[in-house]
């Protein structure tokens, strides 16, 4: 079993930056395939960035490349989201997400789930 925590979540205004963490427990932190997804009101929720077990191999929704870095620490057992030059549209409710598979941008691909963290960026 993964336990999943996110903090970081706030108020800011476009172009802001912010960042992200999302702690795990439970499991060996490098055996997981860490992932980023977010929910807005009345949409579906989609994936935003995902890393492999050991940090190496990255990727990103086409929407927020160049803008957001997916990164973890495994010292630290955590996975951040550092995203910048934010936008009115990545108001969402973020989740992190983690898999013993392969890094993946598909929901069903995750086992576990953070309780989620709240983005909101304003005009």
């Known amino acids: 079993q993964v336990q999943l925590v996110e903090s970081g979540g706030g108020l800011v205004q476009a172009g802001d930056s912010l960042r992200l963490s999302c702690a795990a427990s439970g499991r060996i932190f490098s055996s997981l395939a860490m992932g980023w997804f977010r929910q807005a009101p009345g949409k579906e929720r989609e994936f935003v960035a995902a890393?492999?077990?050991?940090?190496?191999?990255?990727y990103y929704l086409d929407s927020v490349k160049g803008r957001f870095t997916i990164s973890r620490d495994s010292a630290k057992n955590t996975v951040y989201l550092q995203m910048s030059s934010l936008r009115p549209e990545d108001t969402a409710v973020y989740y992190c997400?983690?898999?013993?598979?392969?890094?993946?941008?598909?929901?069903?691909?995750?086992?576990?789930w953070g309780q989620g963290t709240q983005v909101t960026v304003s005009e």
């Open positions: 890393v492999n077990w050991n940090g190496n191999s990255a």
């Open positions: 997400a983690a898999t013993a598979m392969r890094s993946s941008s598909y929901s069903e691909s995750y086992a576990y």
